[in-house]
């Protein structure tokens, strides 16, 4: 057969099967050999994406170090372990604030919750 036979019996073939109601079914090799190629250079691009940004991002200098807010955030957790030390005492258990700060109040304590008989 010659090319343009072929094309008409094809032609003609496509005019019967939509005559019928048939539709024509591709190869599904075709269509997993397309998705597989699709993944492939998506995670290229996702790659090669992730890639830019870290050449392009800019290195970080923090103001306030890590280190430095642990210090912080030390002093200020006793800072207030003190405060309310010397309320609890002070204000709350009607005596001197400041004798919350004693050995002397502390051993007392002690004392009292250990009390030996």
Known sequence: ????QSEKQSR???????SAGKKRKK????????SETDK????????????EKRKNKKPRRR??????RIIVVLII???????????GYGIIGDGVP????????????IDIVTKVE
């Open 77 to 87: 957790a006793a800072a207030t372990l003190v405060v309310g030390l010397m309320i």
């Open 1 to 4: 057969m010659s090319t343009n």
């Open 98 to 109: 400041t004798d919350a700060l004693k050995k002397e109040t502390w051993q007392h304590i």
């Open 12 to 18: 003609k073939t496509l005019k019967e099967e939509k």
């Open 40 to 51: 492939q250079t998506r995670k290229q691009q996702k790659v090669k994406q992730k890639e």
């Open 63 to 68: 103001i306030f170090p890590i280190w430095l």
């Open 27 to 34: 190869p599904v090799a075709s269509k997993k050999t397309v």
